[in-house]
């Protein structure tokens, strides 16, 4: 597939003229100092949408959190009840270790939420003026001078598969594939996955990974205070009714992992699906490549094989921001913990992919 075909803005035609400082007359007194340059406009201040952005442009946030502070207060409150009411006795009657399992996993946890919320999932640019007209005027074959809307889709082969790109007219642009419209943030976003209120972020192609390991290891730590408050209810002298009456929140801690287990682990064990077979939530959802509407489909996006596509969706090299971050250099700065992250699973999609060859 070429990739003229859905070519995006180039970064330097986003930047605005310099202004030049007044020039020196030979009267002047020589006490006024020359006008400063501006800086250039950093492309997420130009471009529209509904995010916020922090520090730069390194750190952004959606329109609307959902219900993230909601997320993080389950998550805590949860974990000090157990840290506080659960572990001293645990501890007493079974091993030490108990307490170092829970922090490491309750670390990891917060870790990869925050990534996912904070990060920019991938949002692509929105066409400038004269590359809109441009887009149109080439697709437009009619040339007479009544308006007529653009057609909406445009077919490409990916793979000896035909793939249709739908035209966007927010953004006006014909989206890359498996790239999609998310209405709460008003952005395209690349392999969009879904916009999760949990996290208050869209889940694309930069945040996936930090999605798909903070429900793993979300569903790891739920079951794992699940199972210890369980336990310590059962070692108690009383019935597990009087040890949850004597116990207030040790009950609370049972009545929250309830409830939130087995959502949890579905969630874990339908994204994990996802990943096996190298499709998104979107694409799950409306059938994409299930050949539901009659036509023989695959999906073009899967390299047949369960960990050439783990690999693929979870170790691939980590994609530049778009939108987000401001020049070249900024833009090639990560976050060392990031940084590592990608290093790893660089080393391990190279590994797959040499064993798989």
């Known amino acids: 597939?070429?990739?003229?075909?859905?070519?995006?803005?180039?970064?330097?035609?986003?930047?605005?003229?310099?202004?030049?400082?007044?020039?020196?007359?030979?009267?002047?007194t020589g006490s006024e100092k020359p006008e400063q340059p501006r800086r250039?406009?950093?492309?997420?201040?130009?471009?529209?949408?509904?995010?916020?952005?922090?520090?730069?442009?390194?750190?952004?946030?959606a329109r609307q959190s959902g219900v993230l502070p909601l997320t993080l207060g389950l998550i805590l409150v949860t974990s000090v009840l157990f840290f506080i009411?659960?572990?001293?006795?645990?501890?007493?009657?079974?091993?030490?270790?108990?307490?170092?399992?829970?922090?490491?996993?309750?670390?990891?946890?917060?870790?990869?939420?925050?990534?996912?919320?904070?990060?920019?999932?991938?949002?692509?640019?929105?066409?400038?003026?004269?590359e809109a007209a441009d887009i149109e005027r080439q697709i437009d074959n009619c040339g007479n001078a009544s308006y007529r809307p653009p057609p909406r889709t445009k077919e490409v082969l990916i793979n000896q598969q035909v793939v249709k790109l739908k035209y966007c007219f927010t953004c006006r642009m014909f989206?890359?594939?498996?790239?999609?419209?998310?209405?709460?943030?008003d952005n395209c976003v690349e392999r969009f996955d879904h916009h999760c209120p949990w996290v208050g972020n869209c889940v694309g192609k930069r945040n996936y990974r930090f999605f798909y390991t903070f429900i793993?290891?979300?569903?790891?730590?739920?079951?794992?205070?699940?199972?210890?408050?369980?336990?310590?209810?059962?070692?108690?002298?009383?019935?597990?009714?009087?040890?949850?009456?004597?116990?207030?929140?040790?009950?609370v801690e049972l009545v929250i992992c309830f409830f939130s287990v087995w959502s949890i682990l579905g969630l874990s064990g339908f994204h994990t699906y996802l990943v096996a077979s190298n499709l998104t939530t979107n694409e799950d959802i409306k059938g994409s490549w299930?050949?539901?509407?009659?036509?023989?489909?695959?999906?073009?996006?899967?390299?047949?094989?369960?960990?050439?596509?783990c690999c693929s969706v979870l170790c691939s090299p980590?994609?530049?921001?778009?939108?987000?971050?401001?020049?070249g250099a900024e833009n090639s700065s990560q976050p060392f913990l990031v940084t590592s992250y990608c290093l790893f699973f660089k080393i391990t999609y190279a590994l797959f992919s040499w064993l798989s060859a």
């Open 290 to 309: 299930s050949g539901k509407g009659g036509e023989d489909v695959t999906n073009p996006y899967s390299h047949r094989n369960i960990f050439t596509n």
């Open 175 to 185: 989206r890359p594939p498996r790239t999609s419209h998310c209405s709460l943030c």
């Open 85 to 130: 009411f659960d572990c001293p006795f645990l501890v007493k009657h079974l091993t030490t270790c108990i307490p170092a399992i829970g922090g490491v996993l309750l670390v990891f946890v917060l870790i990869t939420l925050l990534q996912t919320s904070f990060t920019d999932p991938g949002i692509l640019p929105r066409a400038m003026p004269d």
């Open 318 to 327: 980590f994609p530049p921001r778009c939108v987000a971050g401001g020049t």
């Open 40 to 61: 250039p406009r950093r492309k997420w201040e130009v471009f529209p949408g509904k995010n916020r952005f922090f520090c730069d442009g390194r750190v952004m946030l």
């Open 216 to 251: 793993v290891s979300l569903s790891f730590l739920t079951a794992f205070i699940f199972g210890c408050v369980m336990t310590h209810l059962a070692l108690s002298e009383c019935s597990l009714f009087k040890s949850s009456l004597t116990h207030p929140p040790t009950a």
């Open 1 to 28: 597939m070429k990739s003229c075909d859905y070519q995006q803005i180039d970064p330097q035609a986003l930047r605005t003229p310099t202004p030049q400082p007044p020039a020196h007359h030979g009267g002047g």
